[in-house]
């Protein structure tokens, strides 16, 4: 298996444009999570799905983040308008969830956001 | 809420010596599990170990091992015969078993002497 898939691996962007991350999901697994990680905030979960419905999206920053999983291959994380402060690396994340019990989480190599 | 803390922000070892990585936790929950992550300059989250808390025994995998005391709350990491390659940030992390977010610590940077 390819592991969780992410692009892109860098994304420079201006101040007010949107901005658009995706993620393919470990084939199988039903559980999938974005997370952002700076240097002052650490690692934080910003929303995660299961069997492609969102269960928690309490980390979402503000109305300008959304998170969509249209099907149980693909997730996007939308910025708009995009922030300098919204500069971090992104996260995908996926595990198989079977009753109450979740694997471990794979992580996608992360998106670098900057936003200038 | 829980929390997770690594109180050595850097740490480093000889190639070929022995390194342990600190970790403590807060929680209430007493079913959950507990994992140390690797991230590389390539950015890549890494799971090195997990370890399940209604397990005495702990993990090992290969130069890996914990050493998991639940009273104390305490879950730190042991690298025998350090290699180059280990270098990284490595992060100690904490889920409820019927959870599904991950709660990470400020992380620890690990430095390879060759």
């Known amino acids: 298996d390819a592991g969780v898939i992410q692009s892109p691996r860098h994304e420079v962007t201006e101040m007010g444009q949107e901005v658009t991350l995706r993620c393919k999901p470990i084939?199988?697994?039903?559980?999938l999570f974005w997370y952002r990680q700076t240097m002052m905030r650490g690692l934080e979960l910003l929303i995660y799905f299961n069997n492609n419905v969102p269960i928690d999206d309490s980390g979402m920053p503000e109305d300008r983040f959304s998170a969509k999983m249209p099907n149980a291959s693909f997730s996007t994380l939308k910025i708009q308008p995009s922030e300098p402060r919204d500069s971090a690396v992104y996260f995908c994340?996926?595990?198989?969830?079977?009753?109450?019990?979740?694997?471990?989480?794979?992580f996608g190599q992360g998106t670098r956001l900057t936003v200038v | 809420a829980q929390t997770v803390t690594q109180s050595q922000p850097e740490m480093s070892v000889q190639e070929a010596e022995t390194v342990t990585l600190s970790c403590t936790y807060d929680?209430?929950?007493?079913?959950?599990?507990l994992f140390w992550y690797k991230q590389p300059p390539s950015r890549q989250m890494i799971l090195v170990i997990r370890?399940?808390?209604?397990?005495?025994q702990n993990a090992t995998e290969n130069r890996f091992s914990v050493n998991f005391q639940k009273a104390a709350k305490s879950f730190s990491l042991k690298i025998s015969d350090s290699q180059l390659g280990d270098a990284a940030m490595y992060f100690c992390a904490f889920k409820e078993t019927s959870g599904s977010r991950l709660t990470f610590g400020e992380g620890t940077q690990l430095t390879v002497n060759p």
């Open positions: 084939s199988g697994h039903n559980s």
């Open positions: 929680t209430s929950e007493s079913d959950y599990y």
């Open positions: 994340a996926s595990s198989y969830r079977q009753g109450l019990r979740n694997t471990e989480a794979f």
């Open positions: 370890q399940e808390a209604y397990k005495q």
